[in-house]
């Protein structure tokens, strides 16, 4: 139990464009999601955390306009990175946890992002 | 402010032998404490937690955890190890209200000699 799905699971995109991931919980409700970045070789740097149904709350200096983040529904969540540049390569990792249980999350396989 | 020290960067063990990966923390309340392992390329597993109650807790693929509250520990052992539990391995702690963040170590990259 508690599997959560990221799609794509990496990508290439030129510099200017927008890039989409999605999260998914597949067997259980997400109450609250996580985003994630990791650069190479470090550790998981917050980058905001959100509900379903209401606005994401960014962590101090994640530009919101720039990493748009959409709780649609108790399965999925989604996170668009806008006018992708190289500085935006990346691994992003989602995570997720239920209201029984919110203390613990449960993380997707990572999405890596290259912006040429 | 929370934080959470993995002193080890990188250790090498041989297969077979134990591990104890060492992990400290700064929580000025009792804290929810965790160890994920990532795979390369991987998102994170988790392998145990700590919330309340008997202070060693026991995970899954053989590992077990110690909360030592006098010294802010919570070090992850495993008495023989496997040539598949290299990886990299993350400790951290869970901040009680709110929604739950999770404040995480730097990590220790886990090597394994045949």
């Known amino acids: 139990g508690a599997v959560v799905s990221q799609h794509p699971s990496r990508v290439i995109c030129k510099s200017g464009t927008s890039v989409k991931i999605e999260c998914r919980s597949l067997d259980f409700q997400a109450t609250t999601m996580f985003w994630y970045r990791q650069f190479p070789k470090q550790s998981l740097m917050l980058m905001a955390t959100s509900n379903e149904g209401s606005k994401a709350t960014y962590e101090q200096g994640v530009e919101k306009d720039k990493f748009l983040i959409n709780h649609a529904s108790l399965t999925l969540s989604t996170l668009t990175v806008t006018s992708a540049h190289p500085e935006d390569s990346s691994f992003y990792i989602c995570?997720?946890?239920?209201?029984?249980?919110?203390?613990?999350?449960?993380f997707g396989p990572g999405t890596r992002l290259l912006v040429l | 402010a929370q934080s959470v020290t993995q002193p080890d960067i990188h250790i090498t063990v041989s297969e077979g032998a134990s591990l104890e990966l060492r992990c400290n923390y700064s929580y000025g309340a009792t804290p929810y404490l965790f160890w994920y392992v990532q795979s390369p390329g991987q998102g994170l597993q988790l392998l145990l937690k700590y919330f309340s109650g008997d202070t060693l807790v026991q995970g899954i693929k053989g590992f077990e955890a110690e909360f030592k509250r006098s010294q802010s520990s919570f070090n992850l052992r495993k008495p023989s190890v496997h040539w598949s539990d290299a990886a990299e391995y993350f400790c951290a702690v869970g901040l009680s209200g709110g929604y739950n963040k999770l404040i995480f170590g730097a990590g220790t990259r886990l090597a394994v000699h045949p």
């Open positions: 995570s997720a946890s239920t209201w029984a249980s919110q203390e613990t999350q449960y």
